[in-house]
């Protein structure tokens, strides 16, 4: 939309029309105008323009930024579910090697074991906990067979 020609005059698609802005609009308005060097007019035409005529989002790039996020969830739940399988069969694993090797406590061994339990317990905690702020034994041993 050009409001003036190159002669300074007004172009015949153009119709004067006065209006009011806010004070801090007006000053914005021009503050562009000095700094782009272009006429107030053009300025106020080409928002109005872009309010009447908004553009279409660019969908592919939208597109293309939501699938790599996809992607990259993808991965990371392929990943959580590789390691929830593992502690399954690791646990699993161990139970049933536990249950088949060892024998069954008389009552005398299970009332000591039931006194040393909680102690033995805590100390369970803290090596998970500490495994768990590290990289963690299983994952590196099943790191360095898979290389």
Do not use: C, W
Request: proline fraction near 5%.
């Amino acid at each position: 939309m050009t409001a003036t020609t190159g002669s300074g005059k007004r172009s015949s698609s153009t119709i004067p029309k006065k209006f009011r802005l806010p004070a801090e609009l007006t000053q914005q308005l021009q503050a562009a105008s000095a700094e782009r060097g272009i006429p107030e007019s053009r300025i106020v035409g080409e928002a109005l323009e872009a309010y009447f005529n908004p553009k279409m989002p660019d969908f592919i790039a939208l597109e293309m930024t939501i699938a790599g996020t996809l992607d990259r969830l993808r991965r990371a739940v392929a990943t959580l579910q590789k390691d929830q399988q593992i502690t399954n069969e690791t646990l699993a694993q161990f139970v049933r090697l536990y249950l088949s090797n060892t024998a069954p406590p008389s009552s005398e061994e299970q009332t000591k074991l039931r006194q040393i339990a909680p102690q033995r317990f805590d100390r369970f905690i803290e090596v998970v906990r500490s495994q768990i702020s590290g990289a963690g034994y299983v994952r590196e041993v099943l790191n360095h067979d898979t290389e």
